[in-house]
């Protein structure tokens, strides 16, 4: 049974997922996971989530955070939902670094007020481009927001993936128009 009372992690340490859920609630698969047990909406982050289009890192004062979704375009519903409206339901944004197995907590952090987030383009699982929302979240107190990427090395992986997403719908594109051009031959009597 998830328990009701306070944050007890502190920056730096390490939990099970599956123990961080039996304590304070939430999904335990995915990227975002609000919790109806305990006034918190747990994210997290990694390296894993690149296959996915998640490239998410450090730039300015912010943490840019992208959305869950792992195919066609992200929405403002469900976990995405959420994180943006966290201040209004009165729960705490508490970032891991790691995705499964044990995770690092990060700290906490807030959604920006002035600018909560944008669209850009990304890959999703299938290699096809579409539009991500990445959420700009303020680090609220102490944090070890050293454990997480800068968004240059994000953003340059991303760059890396969305070039090879292009090449492989063009490759797909071009073995489909031979395919095509294969099965129309001409008669071979009106070469004669």
């Known amino acids: 049974m998830p328990e009701k009372a306070g944050w007890r992690l502190r920056p730096g340490e390490r939990i099970k997922r599956t123990e961080l859920h039996a304590k304070y609630g939430g999904r335990q698969q995915g990227g975002i996971a609000p919790s109806d047990v305990s006034p918190n909406v747990l994210i997290f982050s990694g390296p894993a989530g690149q296959k996915y289009g998640y490239f998410d890192g450090w730039q300015d004062e912010f943490f840019h955070y992208t959305g869950e979704g792992q195919v066609g375009d992200q929405q403002l519903k469900q976990g995405n939902r959420a994180l943006a409206e966290h201040a209004e339901m009165n729960k705490s944004v508490r970032l891991f670094d790691g995705v499964r197995g044990q995770v690092t907590y990060v700290g906490e952090f807030e959604v920006d007020r002035d600018k909560p987030h944008y669209t850009t383009d990304a890959p999703d699982v299938n290699g096809e481009m579409r539009k991500v ?60």
């Open 133 to 192: 929302i990445v959420f700009r979240l303020r680090p609220l107190g102490e944090n070890r927001g050293d454990l997480l990427p800068i968004a240059e090395e994000a953003l340059q992986e991303r760059r890396i993936r969305s070039v090879k997403s292009t090449l492989k719908v063009a490759q797909r594109n071009s073995s489909h128009r031979v395919r095509l051009q294969s099965a129309v031959k001409p008669p071979s009597s009106l070469h004669t």
